[in-house]
């Protein structure tokens, strides 16, 4: 065996070594955190962060940080100087990231204004405050196809009201009518509705408040989010 082969195997042999115990490390921590965390917050995952000698803990799709001894829970976020990027604000925002294709849109109320080319979802209960707030805002869009998947969070009226909805024989224009001009929703409510599979998805997901909007790269706008800045995602995503 020549010598640079034999260096390039102690090489290999050494990084899988270290791999090896660094991911023990990370198993050991992760172990102590969710003992002291209990059983009410899920310790997902422990990993390095840009900050030597600090980990990266995600409970639950929320980013936390810890020592490497796990006595300190650290909530806050990491900007790198040199650049300004908010890297605690990346990460969240990959954790929240769906895929478009896993949304089943026969399960959500669809409308299409202008030619419909751009795509939004939007969770929303039909007795949340600030999904009416977002309702109203996006009748300002145009050129737009929007899937509005009902998800009755809030209480046993939202489910009610969901079902009203959706079995009546416009379930958009009953939704508008309802959500920005106040007409009550009425008549059959024991038609098949989507609202088990779109609260099984939410739960899925984390979506854990309405209103939350998805776009077509996956990305999620939780609340009642500005049309400037539904605008201006939107201009990114051509």
Partial sequence: MN?????????LGA???????HAQAEQQLKTELQKKLGTNAKVRSVSPSPVTGLYEVLVGNDVFYSDSS????????????????NITEQRQADINRIKWADLTTANAIKTVRGNGSRQLAVFSDPNCGYCKRLDKSLQQLDNVTIYTYLTPILSPDSALKSKQIWCSSDPYKTYIDWMVNGLTPSGKSDCTTPLDKNLAFAKSYGITGTPTI???????????????DIEKKFSSLK
């Fill in 70 to 85: 796990g006595k300190y829970l650290i909530q806050g976020e990491i900007i790198e100087l040199a650049t300004g990027k």
């Fill in 15 to 21: 990084l899988l070594c270290i791999g090896t115990v």
């Fill in 214 to 228: 998805f776009f077509t790269d996956g990305s999620r706008f939780p609340g009642a989010v500005q049309i400037a």
């Fill in 3 to 11: 010598k640079f082969l034999s260096s390039s195997l102690f090489l």
